[in-house]
């Protein structure tokens, strides 16, 4: 791994403060815990593959969006460069690895500290040697630097599938779940910009609202806003409670549209996702070589609006040859089979030769 330099300092062993704790069992059969089943996932894979077969997502893993889609529109081709701007878990770039090689060459990029270790080791299993494959750490925004780290003037294609990965929504401690309790964090990168419960203790009324209606389209805004702003919260869990609080008067089987609401809003919020994504968008054609082709896998209205808007203004720029005249959606089949895959949205450009 290559780019930022990641803080590794060994966590420190203390003595027991008390004689004997009992070893908290796991029974083995549907774990509840994150931790459980993933422990299980790393020991049985035999276990994961029960796990896809009955449409669910292995807990630690992810399963990649519109695949077949997205290699039709990049076309990737033996000996080509790729840029894939959101490496997750690598599934996306797995594929596309396949297509490129021989001679081809990936360059991954994400800004997860602790996801991106495992995936690059995971690629690496696979046969992906530094030759044809280096994991950077970066922010999409950065990859005008990294291509140029890596002498490349321009990418044959560049893919971003943004949001967050399975890992790290499934994982409580990193602060995204609704469903488990956990420190209210939700950064995508820990060791930059500061927790949502930082975020809101310090945000005003007002301000919130704003983000709560732009980030979210949120339409208890003001309500919400008026509640939280201001407040100590400090786990998933308190902030969810303290949106059913606000929201006396709406049933409760529709109060966790507001919660997810809430926290989509309050994540793009502390990742600062927009202004990553604006600034990708307004490099996109520089990195990409002439007749270069990208891809943008969007999972809400803000960032679809962005992207549709780019590749518009790219194409009556001249920039863009071609562009998606319609979003492209994930087929029913795989809708049943992989839930968040029903909000995804794909739009792709070509850059003019
Ligand atoms: C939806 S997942 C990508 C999954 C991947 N396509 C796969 O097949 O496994 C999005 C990933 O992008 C990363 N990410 C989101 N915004 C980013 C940004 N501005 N810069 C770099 N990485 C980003 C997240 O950390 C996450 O790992």
Redesign the pocket.
């Known amino acids: 791994m290559t780019d930022e330099t990641v803080s590794n300092a060994p966590a420190t062993d203390s003595a027991p403060a008390t004689p004997h704790k009992r070893r908290v069992r796991y029974s083995g059969r549907n774990p509840r815990r994150f931790e459980d089943k993933y422990k299980e996932h790393k020991r049985d894979t035999a276990t994961i593959a029960k796990v896809l077969a009955s449409g669910k997502t292995p807990a630690g893993t ?1 399963r ?1 969006i519109m695949v077949a889609e997205i290699l039709q529109v990049l076309a990737p081709q033996p000996g080509e460069i790729a840029a ?10 797995q594929e596309i690895l396949v297509k490129i090689s021989p001679d081809g060459k990936l360059l991954g ?4 500290p602790i ?1 991106l270790p495992k995936t690059e080791a995971r690629l690496r299993a696979l046969g992906f040697d530094a030759s044809v494959f280096t994991a950077h750490r ?4 950065g990859l005008p630097q990294v291509l140029a780290a890596n002498e490349i003037s321009g990418a044959d294609m560049i ?1 971003a ?5 399975s890992m ?1 929504i499934d994982d409580p401690a990193r602060g995204f779940s609704v469903k488990q309790d956990g420190p209210l964090d939700m950064r ?1 990168n820990p060791q930059r910009g500061q927790p949502v419960s930082a975020f809101l203790e310090k945000a005003k009324p007002d301000a919130l609202a704003r983000i709560l209606m732009g980030n979210a389209d949120e339409p208890k805004a003001v309500q919400l806003g008026a509640a939280l702003a201001g407040k100590k919260f400090t786990t998933t869990h308190e902030l969810a409670d303290a949106i059913r609080a606000a929201l006396p008067l709406v049933a409760k089987e529709d109060c966790h549209l507001h919660i997810r609401r809430v926290f989509q809003a309050l994540r793009i919020a502390v ?1 600062d ?1 927009f202004s ?2 604006e600034t ?1 968008l307004r490099i996109l054609p520089a990195a990409l070589k002439p007749g270069g082709r990208v891809a943008i896998l969007t999972f809400h209205s803000g960032e679809d609006r962005r992207v549709k808007k780019a590749f518009i203004e790219g194409r009556q720029g001249g920039i863009y040859s071609e562009i998606a005249d319609e979003v492209i959606r994930a087929t029913p089949e795989e809708r049943n089979f992989n839930p968040r895959s029903v909000s995804a949205k794909l739009r792709w450009a070509k850059r003019t030769a």
Not at 138 to 141: H, L, P, R, Y
Request: proline content about 3%; some cysteine.
């Open positions: 992810h990649p894939d701007c959101t490496l997750g878990y690598g599934g996306h770039a990029l994400d800004h997860d996801e970066s922010n999409f925004a893919l599938d943004l949001g967050v990965s790290q995508m990742n996702e990553a994504l990708l």
